[in-house]
C-alpha cells in the first residue's frame, strides 16, 4: 500500500520536473556557453574614469556573452595617430573584435577599414560604418546639440557671447555636437568664440570664460573643466558627460543643464553587437541612443538617475 502511494506520488512529480526542464532548455538549443572571444577596446584618452559607466556597461556585457576584455589607453588625449597603431596591433595580434572610441574619422579612415576587414569593429560616439564598421553606437550628434543650443538661448540674451569648447578637435561625434549647437546659437543672434584649450587658468587669463555668459562642452572632459572655472561672475555652463564629478556640478549648480544618454547600455550594446557580428549570429539593429535633458531640479527623477548614475544589472 505504502509502495502504491509513493509510485502515485512519485509520477506527477517526475513529470513536473521534465516539463521544467523542456521549458527551460528547448529542444535543439544548446546549453553551454559559446567559446571565449577576446575583445580589444580602443579608448580615446588616457583617462579611463571618463569612460566608466560606459565601462561598466562593457563588463557586464563581457560577463554575459562570456568576453575577455582588453582595454587600450593611450598616452595622449585624441591622438589619431597613436588609435591607428593600436588598430593594426591588435587585429596583428589576433583580437576577436574591436570597440573603437574614434579621436578623428579622417585620420583613422583608412586604418578603421584595414581592420574592419580582417575583424569586426564597432565605434562609440563617432560613426564610422561608411569606412567598413559593423555597427556604431551613439545618440544623434547632431539633434543632441541642436538642443542643447536652443537651451542655452532661454540664458543668454540675444548678443551675448557663448563660448565652445572644442576639446576633441577633429572630425568626431563631438565635433557634430558643437557645429549643430554653433548654428542655432549664430542664427538666434548670439556670439559663438570657440576654444580649443582644456586648461581654465589660461581660459580665465584670456579672458574668454569673463567675456562669456555661456560655456558649452560637449564630452566629460571639457564639461567638468568648465564647471571647476572659480572666476566671478560664473557663466552658465551647458554640455554632455555622465560622471560623479558632473553629477555633483549639477547639484550645486555649477553646471545648468546637460543632455544625458545612458552610458551604461552604450558600453553594454557597443560589446554586443561585436560580439554578435564576430560569432556570426543574427545581429540585433543598432538603434540611435536616445538622450535627455536634464538639470538640477530633475536630476533625481527616476529616469534621469539611471542616466547620470551607474546602474548595474
Known amino acids: 500500500m505504502k509502495r502504491k502511494v509513493l509510485i502515485q506520488l512519485a509520477v506527477p512529480l517526475l513529470v513536473l520536473c521534465a516539463l521544467f526542464f523542456l521549458l527551460t532548455y528547448p ?3 544548446s546549453h553551454s556557453r559559446p567559446a571565449p572571444l577576446e575583445l580589444s577596446v580602443i579608448f580615446r584618452e588616457p583617462d579611463g574614469d571618463l569612460w566608466s559607466t560606459a565601462r561598466q556597461g562593457m563588463e557586464q556585457a563581457a560577463s554575459d556573452l562570456n568576453v575577455e576584455l582588453r582595454f587600450l589607453l593611450p598616452t595622449k588625449a585624441n591622438a589619431a595617430e597613436e588609435q591607428r597603431t593600436l588598430l593594426s596591433r591588435e587585429v596583428e595580434g589576433g583580437s576577436g573584435a574591436i570597440l573603437l572610441i574614434p579621436a578623428d574619422r579622417a585620420a583613422l579612415a583608412q586604418a578603421v577599414s584595414a ?19 559593423t555597427a556604431c553606437v551613439s545618440p544623434d550628434n547632431a539633434a543632441l546639440g541642436k538642443t542643447l543650443g536652443k537651451t542655452v538661448l532661454n540664458g543668454v540674451a540675444e548678443g551675448g557671447t557663448v563660448l565652445l569648447l572644442c576639446s576633441v578637435p577633429g572630425d568626431n561625434g563631438v565635433g557634430e555636437r558643437l557645429e549643430a549647437a554653433a548654428a ?20 580665465t587669463r584670456e579672458g574668454r570664460i569673463t567675456q562669456a555668459k555661456a560655456v558649452m562642452g560637449f564630452e566629460a572632459s571639457a564639461l567638468e573643466m568648465a564647471a571647476s572655472v572659480e572666476n566671478q561672475p560664473l557663466p552658465l555652463v551647458y554640455g554632455m558627460g555622465s560622471t560623479a564629478s558632473i553629477a555633483a556640478g549639477l547639484e550645486q549648480s555649477r553646471i545648468t543643464a546637460i543632455a544625458a544618454q545612458n552610458e551604461f547600455s ?24 536616445p538622450f535627455s535633458l536634464v538639470r538640477q531640479e530633475n536630476m533625481y527623477q527616476s529616469k534621469n538617475q539611471k542616466l547620470l548614475f551607474p546602474v548595474t544589472r
Do not use: C, F, I, N
Request: glycine share 6%; proline share 5%; no cysteine.
Open 184 to 203: 542655432v546659437l549664430k542664427a538666434a543672434g548670439r556670439e559663438v568664440v570657440w576654444s580649443t584649450s582644456t586648461d581654465p587658468e589660461a581660459l
Open 115 to 133: 581592420a574592419a576587414e580582417k575583424v569586426p569593429l564597432v565605434t562609440l560616439e563617432t560613426d564610422m560604418t561608411a569606412y567598413g564598421a
Open 266 to 289: 552604450a558600453g553594454y550594446l557597443a560589446v554586443e553587437a561585436a560580439v554578435t557580428a564576430a560569432r556570426h549570429e543574427t545581429p540585433r539593429s543598432v538603434e540611435t541612443l
Open 27 to 29: 529542444v535543439g538549443q
